[in-house]
Structure formats: structure tokens, C-alpha cells
């Protein structure tokens, strides 16, 4: 995939339906999309790119959730960090949030908004084919 606007995002996540969803969302919007399975792999990614967003699923990474924001945080501190969480786990949404998120959200709230949260962080418009870098 080419990069047609300079913008990057960088999911963490197991979880292979939303990997489809970001990915394609972000496909239609002309921004590459990267995503790491494990918090293991994120500070490697962290190095390789310099992504615009971060998006991290609080439940698929199990008890190294919240690590994975301090690490974006550490690595990446100019990155806007976005992290869903299943709507009935608040203590952790607010742990999340403490960490170092810049917003935390419920998994449907996350999955309806997707597009419009992409566009927003590439420089784009929703509903817009394709992102354009901004003047």
C-alpha cells in the first residue's frame, strides 16, 4: 500500500475483525495502517514509524493493556492514543485513561466512530475519499 498522505496508524490488537475493520477503514481513507499483535512488538514499531494515531484494544491485551500505552507514551509522546474497552469494564477505561490515553472509548462507540476518528487524525474529511496532508 502506498502512502498518499504522510499519515500513519498503528493498531494493538489480537483480535482479526478489527484488524479488517481498521485496516480497510483505513485503506479508504489513504492511510497506512500497521498493527502489532503483541506489546512486545510495539516499541519496535514505535521506532520503524512515527504514526499519527494510536489505537490499542484494552481486552485483547489482556493484563499488558496498560503497558502498552505507557510504552506509546514513552516512545511516541506526539501520537494521539485512542483505546477501546468492552463498555462494561470501566475500572479499566479509567486506568487507561490515567495512563496516559488521550481518549478511551467502548468497543461500539469505537467501531461506529472509526472512520470520522481516522479522518480526523490523518488531516481528512469523513466520508472523503481519500486524506489529503494538511497546507
Not at 500513519?8 to 502489532?36: M, P, Y
Not at 499483535?37 to 514499531?45: D, H, I, M, T, Y
Amino acid at each position: 500500500m502506498s502512502d498518499t498522505t504522510g499519515k500513519v496508524l498503528l493498531a494493538v490488537l489480537n483480535d482479526l475483525i478489527f484488524e479488517t475493520k481498521i485496516r480497510s477503514t483505513a485503506q479508504a481513507l489513504g492511510v497506512n495502517a500497521s498493527i502489532v499483535r503483541s506489546v512486545g512488538e510495539l516499541p519496535g514499531a514505535l521506532n520503524r514509524i512515527r504514526p499519527a494515531l494510536v489505537i490499542i484494544d484494552l481486552n485483547s491485551l489482556g493484563a499488558s493493556a496498560l503497558e502498552a500505552v505507557g510504552i506509546v507514551r514513552s516512545h511516541a509522546a506526539g501520537s494521539h492514543v485512542i483505546a477501546y474497552v468492552s463498555h462494561v469494564d470501566a475500572d479499566l477505561a479509567s486506568r487507561a485513561e490515567d495512563a496516559g490515553a488521550d481518549q478511551v472509548m467502548p468497543r461500539s462507540r469505537f467501531s461506529t466512530g472509526l472512520p470520522p476518528l481516522i479522518a480526523l487524525h490523518c488531516g481528512g474529511q469523513p466520508g472523503v475519499s481519500g486524506c489529503s496532508e494538511p497546507a
